[in-house]
């Protein structure tokens, strides 16, 4: 049908709808072969709305970091998905409709044909609500569901704010304790012996937070010149995070038959990167770039241990090569 013949079509039907005489309900035009179902159009509406409840509270699960979160995270992306599968599939069977004309249109110069018309407008009005309601419960699923797959990348790290990276929990004269509180004693340090030690009063799970630490014959100690008092009677502390992947250093290697084996080690069990305690930290073995980064120690008036400062460079993995900012506590 031509462009001009189409708008004489519309015209005649919106003038027949606006003039009619006869505003009896005549018998519908169109015949519905099982689409456009008002019920099953709700239901999917429904639906789709649920999806975007589920994809929400995956966003929201995962800002306030629930406890088992995990099996939350897994609960809401799960139902929001199966929500959304549910409406399409009821949408493809019971609303997408199939409608065939019983006739042909009539010339547009009746007045009863324009009637008709005008009631064929009308029945296709009747669905606009709805359809609109769809299209946004479609838009509301979609983009809280893209939502929910995007809000994990924050959890790669900050994209423009990256102080957090380099925040301390330790400072001058702060208390090292053990995992139930106790403070470390100077003289309960050991040779041989790998102890992890926490920031008094600190919040134990932040990625600077813990340390181990070891002691050293004196003699063996080779550090930077800068750091000569960081020792005290050969007591090293270094961060408990691998500058590899982040994770925990766990083992501490001493020789057992010297000087046939390798000097005392700081190790990693998960992939072996190897630290030297007396050096400084520095990577002796292991994929690690960047020597682990020393707390400098001291020892108060009671004997107990406490940091004389903050670490010598950034805790964790170097991002995209070395990290250089020195942290703050």
């Not at 992947?245 to 020789?255: D, K, M, N, S």
Request: aromatic share 8%.
């Amino acid at each position: 049908m031509r462009l001009r013949t189409k708008l004489a079509v519309v015209l005649l039907a919106i003038w027949g709808f606006l003039t009619g005489r006869d505003r009896r309900r005549p018998e519908p035009m169109l015949e519905d072969s099982g689409g456009g179902d008002s019920r099953a159009e709700l239901i999917v509406a429904l639906l789709l709305l649920g999806a975007a409840g589920c994809a929400v509270m995956f966003i929201v699960v995962y800002a306030l970091d629930w406890s088992n979160e995990t099996q939350w995270l897994g609960l809401c992306l799960g139902s929001s998905l199966g929500l959304a599968a549910a409406a399409l599939i009821l949408a493809g069977e019971k609303v997408v409709p199939t409608e065939h004309l019983e006739e042909a249109y009539p010339e547009a110069e009746h007045f009863e044909e324009q009637e008709k018309i005008g009631q064929l407008v009308e029945e296709t009005g009747s669905r606009l609500s709805r359809r609109r309601l769809l299209l946004g419960a479609a838009g509301a699923a979609g983009g809280a569901l893209g939502a929910a797959l995007v809000v994990p990348v924050a959890s790669l790290g900050p994209v423009l704010d990256t102080s957090s990276f380099y925040e301390s929990p330790w400072y001058r004269d702060r208390r090292l304790v053990d995992q139930d509180g106790k403070p470390l004693k100077a003289s309960e340090i050991e040779t041989e012996t790998f102890y992890t030690a926490f920031p008094e009063g600190a919040y134990r799970e932040e990625l600077a937070a813990p340390v181990v630490v070891v002691r050293l014959e004196k003699s063996e100690l080779e550090l930077p010149p800068d750091r000569s008092d960081w020792a005290p009677d050969g007591i090293v502390a270094y961060s408990k995070i691998c500058t590899h992947a982040g994770c925990a250093i766990a083992l501490y290697r001493t020789p057992r038959f010297a000087p046939a084996e390798p000097s005392p080690a700081l190790v990693c069990p998960c992939h072996y990167s190897t630290f030297d305690p007396a050096t400084g930290g520095n990577v002796t073995f292991g994929p690690a770039g960047r020597a682990l980064p020393q707390l400098p120690l001291l020892v108060d008036s009671a004997g107990e241990l406490r940091a004389a400062g903050d670490f010598s460079g950034p805790v964790g993995p170097g991002f995209w090569g070395v990290r250089t900012r020195r942290p703050t506590a």
